[in-house]
């Protein structure tokens, strides 16, 4: 099913995904044709443009459009002040990492809302990115689960694995403790609402990093993530996208999940991306989807 705008057409993949055509975003975007982009990554989700080899000054200025680029908070350990880019090498010495569903840094008060990334070295075969729609697999609850969701609480911290293996790769002394020290654990929603298209959708991430339900016993908080966990897990809510050179991924943090494939190893793989900062995570019992972000 396609979709026709003013200055593009996006041609949808699966529950989510569409790829846009019509585009050079080599190009400064009109005010118009960029409320329209706006319009449609909320409604897709994640959007593919093909052939736009996009340098690191151009990447980083359409992400300022959407808002405030994030700088990743460990960096500031390492003198890095300046928000930007990310780039991450997978290959025989650094085995990838991310192959697990994950939205990023969930332990920041306000995480990123959207992230752009385009691959840079794309290996012979394999290194897929997969995304998952959290808003889809909420909407296919049933209402009774929906209504035991809706108001509750996770604990997400980066304490653990994150800040040990940080410090170990760092050489500094006592790193650990002090990535502790600036991001204490916090609470966000498990269902949150999207604040343009009013959508709901279940706001999680990987356990080595979203820990429990706040306020429920360890057993009942354990069995609800586990199943939620393998809910988001089932292929009818997923995409996946295989990269060519050129090509450029911009997603919807708030909605999405998504995972590195790690059957390109040991085979090289770069990546680059940025995100973008936006709103506290919200839940809001009175808002209602907006119907024209359903109909696409």
């Known amino acids: 099913m396609s979709r026709v705008y003013e ?76 928000p930007g880019h990310q780039v991450v090498v997978d290959d025989a010495d650094n085995p990838p990492g991310v192959d697990m569903w994950h939205t990023d840094v969930s332990w920041l008060p306000r995480p990123p809302v959207i992230a752009l990334l385009t691959l840079l070295e794309v290996p012979e075969h394999g290194g897929d990115t997969m995304w998952a729609s959290t808003s889809a697999a909420y909407e296919a609850l049933s209402p009774a689960m929906k209504q035991l969701l809706d108001g509750l609480e996770t604990i997400h911290s980066c304490h653990g694995n994150f800040v040990e293996i940080a410090e170990r790769k760092s050489g500094i002394e006592g790193l650990a403790e002090k990535i502790k020290a600036a991001y204490p654990a916090l609470r966000h929603p498990l269902v949150r609402t ?82 973008v900062d936006g709103e506290i995570p919200f839940f809001d019992p009175e808002r209602e989807a907006d119907p024209s972000y359903l109909a696409a």
């Open 7 to 82: 200055a593009f057409k996006v041609d949808r993949i699966g529950v989510l995904g569409g790829i846009v055509s019509g585009l050079d975003l080599k190009q400064p975007l009109g005010d118009e044709a960029f409320a329209e982009l706006r319009h449609a990554l909320t409604t897709y989700e994640v959007l593919f443009f093909r052939d736009q080899f996009l340098d690191a000054d151009s990447q980083l200025d359409l992400a300022r459009r959407f808002g405030e680029v994030s700088l990743y908070p460990v960096e500031k350990f390492f003198g890095s002040v300046e």
């Open 194 to 275: 999207h604040p343009e298209s009013g959508k709901r959708s279940l706001f999680m991430t990987d356990r080595g990093v979203m820990h429990e339900i706040a306020d429920l016993p360890e057993n009942e908080s354990e069995a609800i993530l586990d199943f939620l966990a393998a809910h988001v897990a089932e292929p009818r809510f997923h995409v996946r996208w295989r990269w060519s050179p050129g090509e450029l991924a911009i997603w919807d943090e708030r909605t999405t999940l998504h995972r590195g494939v790690s059957d390109h190893y040991p085979q090289r793989r770069v990546i680059r991306r940025c995100t």
